[in-house]
């Protein structure tokens, strides 16, 4: 393997992560505030459609987000209105909303454009395109630095950018701000957080509306930047190994980005290599690969490489003492 | 979580309520693709319940769903929110699969102890480490059971295409199982007794499920076992200080509700395709979910919301035919609207009617 193939491995990464980074965050906002969040799926999914859909239709890219949002903020408040407002059980809420988008996106997609739940393949203009950074391919052939400005820092679209972005900025609002100090508090200990006089509700709807808009971005990243339209189904799994990612990370976000760059790059190599020959274990099959990250996060759950300890008052519905 | 209210109103208005609220908005939806909500449920109905043809596919994904919304309930009794019936209903059906490939059966009440003890053990053996973990190492078992249902895909997925595969096929399933292990059809044990109906995928697996589902009221209801299961579930504290054993009681509760998981093999594997192909669980460990959530965990309840799970999914298929706008994904939306309402939201219900009677009683 050389340079080239190891940066653009190293960029296949970056691009397939990326998906997983943005649901990792929205679900690290709402779990950080107390609220169990499994569906990150459904709203991922429901937000690709929308995107899809609304990029094809208007043929802009951003109506498409908008539009994409818009879509994943509906679910996050369906979600929001069972487990705080009406106590509900926050996982079989999340269960709930994976299917509900599951069958809705199927059932409209094939209702609007009759292509079996297929959107309209996108034109360029109703997409997110990469953006080739200046210079990129005048300096690739500097040594090193070139190949890496032009496979890994330059050429992916401006989402990929966002999401990366939203890695430091998740920091600063989580451990820099007052709203940060009182969402860790209230997915720890709500009473302390209701006894100081601070909206318990207000606290956990914020989260989950946030999570709505990360994962909405997600979706359209995958209908509207990763791929030009939405297919049935198109998250295969996503929202699970952001999940995944999620207990990985012990609900940080800079580790955060580490493991959903670690799982980008072992689907990365699962779709280049399809059967990977490790010295003195034979053939490993790509199955395999496909598994490793949901095998890890049990790993991880079982405590053997250090314990996962998800907030204290995650998954239980606050009431308030009468 | 209200004790006040009477034993009807628990069991049987609020469910209900539940399920007029699901039903009326995915009537809405129905509305929105520009369809009328009456006819496709006349439709449905008559898909699913119209014909001994209908009747008998109705009835055969409902068997289904018996064994899958047990497995769910067994495991909900104890305080356990298993979402892996999915995986564990793979592995069910390769037990099976395993077993009656194993050897020429000359019989199929020969084959059929083998199997149930095939697919019961790798049943179990899939839901014995979320199980184990959970109880020792307090990984939460939801989240463990969603991995291990991708686990268990991966490795379905790798042992049809590489090991199990016919050489030569493309097709991604085992060899057809010896005749002699074909359960026997409904139309043929209806025939015994002189019964004329048509032929489909019903089979005796039926008969077993509603035996499954009396075995699991006798555990929970009547063993020593099922009376710490529901204690442990009720709370956990108090449970422990009475000296049940909390890792006895989540690794039994999960073996027994991965095993029941497993249970679904004999009807589709065994009973109907005669073979293991791909996925062939497709989605109906999650119906498990919403059937054990509307039979409120209650064996009679699992059996009655099996057969209107069966009804949408026979009926939905129908209806999909003679209404090309609403496909068969209807069934999943309806799915969803009955988790949501029926667990999720069930306070949206509950709490107005507690209040009615409240006042009334105060009144």
Not at chain 1, 139 to 161: E, K, Q
Not at chain 1, 207 to 217: F, P, S
Not at chain 1, 265 to 270: D, F, Q
Not at chain 2, 17 to 32: E, I, K, P, R
Request: glycine share 12%; proline share 5%; charged share 10%.
């Amino acid at each position: 393997m050389d340079l080239e193939a190891i940066l653009q491995l190293a960029g296949a990464s970056l691009r397939l992560g990326t998906p997983l980074l943005l649901a990792c965050l929205a679900g690290l906002f709402s779990e950080r505030a107390g609220i169990f969040d499994i569906g990150l799926e459904g709203k991922m999914l429901a937000a690709a459609f929308a995107a899809g859909a609304f990029a094809a239709v208007t043929g802009s890219a951003w109506v498409g987000l908008l539009a994409g949002i818009a879509a994943s903020v509906v679910l996050a408040l369906v979600h929001g209105l069972a487990s705080i407002t009406l106590k509900g059980n926050q996982l079989i809420s999340g269960v709930a909303i994976n299917f509900l988008a599951s069958g809705l996106t199927a059932l409209i997609g094939q209702n609007w454009f009759g292509m079996g739940g297929q959107t309209p393949q996108l034109r360029p203009g109703a997409r997110f395109l990469d953006l080739a950074w200046p210079l990129a391919d005048a300096l690739a052939a500097v040594p090193v630095a070139g190949p890496i400005y032009r496979h890994v820092i330059s050429g992916h679209n401006i989402l990929v950018y966002a999401a990366l972005a939203a890695v430091p900025l998740t920091w600063w609002v989580l451990y820099r701000t007052r709203f940060g100090l009182r969402l860790r508090a209230v997915g720890e200990n709500p009473a302390a957080v209701d006894t100081a006089g601070v909206s318990v509700v207000r606290l956990r709807y914020g989260a989950v509306v946030i999570a709505g808009v990360l994962c909405g971005i997600a979706g359209a990243y995958l209908s509207t930047a990763m791929a030009a339209g939405f297919n049935r189904e198109m998250t295969a799994g996503k929202g699970f190994i952001a999940l995944a990612a999620l207990i990985f990370a012990k609900w940080r976000p800079w580790p955060a980005l580490g493991a959903c760059l670690l799982f980008g790059l072992l689907e990365a190599v699962g779709i280049r290599y399809q059967a990977i020959t490790l010295p003195g274990l034979g053939v490993v099959p790509v199955q395999f690969m496909q598994a490793l990250p949901y095998i890890l996060t049990v790993v991880i759950l079982a405590g053997f490489v250090g314990k996962a300890i998800p907030p204290k008052a995650g998954g239980r519905p606050y009431a308030k003492e009468r | 979580m209200n004790p006040a209210l009477p034993r009807w109103v628990d069991l049987a208005l609020i469910p209900l309520l539940n399920l007029a609220l699901a039903f009326f908005v995915a009537g809405l939806v129905v509305l929105v693709i520009g369809e009328n909500p009456i006819e496709a449920m006349r439709l449905l109905l008559v898909g699913s319940l119209g014909s001994s043809y209908g009747i008998g596919y109705t009835l055969y994904y409902a068997t289904t769903f018996v064994f899958t919304g047990l497995s769910v309930a067994i495991a909900y009794h104890a305080g356990l929110f298993n979402i892996g019936s999915e995986g564990q209903a793979q592995l069910g059906g390769l037990g099976v699969a395993l077993v009656c490939l194993a050897v020429p059966w000359p019989a199929w009440w020969i084959a059929l102890p083998v199997a149930i003890l095939g697919a019961g053990i790798l049943g179990a053996a899939w839901a014995f480490v979320p199980g184990y973990l959970q109880a020792k190492r307090g990984s939460h078992v939801v989240i463990t059971t969603i991995m291990f249902n991708f686990i268990a895909s991966a490795l379905l997925v790798y042992l049809l295409v590489n090991v199990l595969k016919v050489p030569g096929s493309m097709a991604p399933e085992t060899a057809g199982f010896p005749p002699g292990t074909f359960l026997p059809t409904m139309q043929e044990i209806l025939a015994l007794v002189g019964l004329k109906v048509s032929k489909t995928p019903l089979n005796l697996s039926a008969l077993l499920a509603l035996l499954a589902a009396f075995l699991t009221w006798v555990l929970i209801w009547r063993t020593r076992l099922g009376y710490e299961m529901r204690a442990f579930g009720h709370s956990e504290p108090a449970a422990v200080y009475a000296g049940i054993d909390p890792v006895r009681i989540t690794v039994t509760a999960m073996l027994l509700s991965g095993a029941m998981a497993g249970m679904m093999g004999l009807n589709v594997v065994m009973g109907f395709q005669h073979r293991l192909v791909l996925d062939y669980v497709a989605g109906a460990g999650f119906v498990g979910i919403a059937v054990a959530l509307m039979g409120r965990s209650h064996p009679a309840g699992v059996v009655l919301a099996a057969i209107l799970f069966g009804i949408l999914y026979q009926g939905g298929a129908e209806l999909a035919f003679d209404m090309p706008a609403i496909s068969r994904d209807m069934i999943v939306v309806i799915q969803a609207l009955v988790i949501l309402f029926t667990g999720a939201l069930e306070n949206l219900v509950r709490l107005p009617v507690a209040w009615l009677f409240r006042r009334r009683r105060t009144a």
